[in-house]
């Protein structure tokens, strides 16, 4: 299936099952991101970010949200 057959499908959609089709597309997207985000921190791929918000936070050069 190439992704021009699923935009094919998806405009061939009810709004009720486009509307379906949306929630679930965004909770598949949403988990995928997790992952990856998790994948990345265990990887030692963020410790930098971290690192540089911790060394602004100790160098009193960050604020109150």
Do not use: C, N, V
Request: proline content about 2%; overall charge negative.
């Amino acid at each position: 299936m190439t992704t021009e057959d699923i935009e094919r499908a998806i405009e061939q959609l009810t709004p009720r099952e486009l509307a379906q089709f949306r929630a679930w597309f965004e909770q598949f997207d949403a988990h995928r991101f997790d992952q990856a985000l998790e994948q990345d921190a265990k990887a030692g791929k963020l410790d930098a970010f971290a690192e540089e918000a911790l060394s602004a936070y100790r160098a009193g050069q960050t604020r109150d949200l």
